[in-house]
């Protein structure tokens, strides 16, 4: 048997996009049968607040509680390390991990890192995630570390529309197009890269096309879940389609 070390998932936020990473995990291990693949304890709870609720301050509930228990809830069933594909919700990280003796692998820094390594000309970094990441400095916090700039789309009532048509509706290529909205608009206000930094918007990644390198928070954390874990990354040609 491989002694691989388990990840524990904080799932939820929303549904499918804790299904995508799931998936992203499976398909970028190279594998040759099940006991090859990432052993993962997964808490799926809906029912998390809404993050951008407490955010805005619209009367919604702290979602600290639920993530702290969640988190404890993981580490008891032998996980060795946490993954929440949520970018917004790292917000609220330092107060919810405060407790464990494990670490998050938060996908945040994970992207920051890797963007930073392709060098000068990948600086300003187009942003297809949600305005309260901008409001709240969630990635331009971390980003400052690395050289980076965040650019964000100016219409940030279309950018939330979108998220949430994308939670209740599901995919389609009318949704598609609109994301694709927000990337000319990028394009044409000198960003050198993108990143989708939204897990909504992580499940319409494979339809954008763009001259610019496409990065994936999504994708950066299940690569990183994979190397934790101690299983096989396969290639980057193989794995991913964008960089």
Request: net charge negative; aromatic share 6%.
């Amino acid at each position: 048997m491989k002694n691989f070390k388990k990840l524990g998932v904080i799932g939820g936020m929303g549904p499918e996009a804790t299904a995508l990473l799931l998936n992203r995990v499976i398909a970028l291990t190279e594998a040759h049968d099940d006991q090859d693949h990432v052993p993962l304890v997964v808490d799926m709870n809906p029912q998390i607040p809404s993050r951008l609720a407490a955010l805005w301050g619209d009367g919604g509930i702290s979602p600290v509680p639920a993530l702290t228990e969640m988190t404890k809830n993981l580490e008891g069933m032998g996980a060795a390390a946490l993954a929440m594909p949520c970018n917004t919700a790292h917000y609220y990280a330092q107060d919810f991990m405060s407790t464990s003796t494990i670490p998050l692998l938060n996908m945040i820094k994970l992207s920051a890192k890797r963007i930073s390594k392709l060098g000068k000309d990948t600086r300003r970094v187009g942003m297809l995630a949600s305005p309260a990441t901008d409001k709240f400095n969630i990635f331009q916090d971390v980003f400052d570390g690395y050289g980076l700039t965040c650019i964000f789309p100016e219409n940030e009532a279309d950018v939330l529309s979108l998220i949430r048509r994308i939670k209740s509706d599901g995919i389609s290529p009318e949704l598609a197009d609109g994301l694709s909205v927000f990337v000319k608009e990028l394009e044409s206000r000198g960003a050198q890269c993108l990143l989708v930094g939204c897990s909504e918007f992580s499940l319409l990644t494979a339809t954008l096309s763009s001259s610019l390198p496409i990065f994936d928070s999504v994708d950066l954390l299940a690569q990183a879940m994979v190397e934790f874990s101690g299983a096989k990354l396969k290639p980057a040609k193989d794995a991913l389609r964008f960089t």
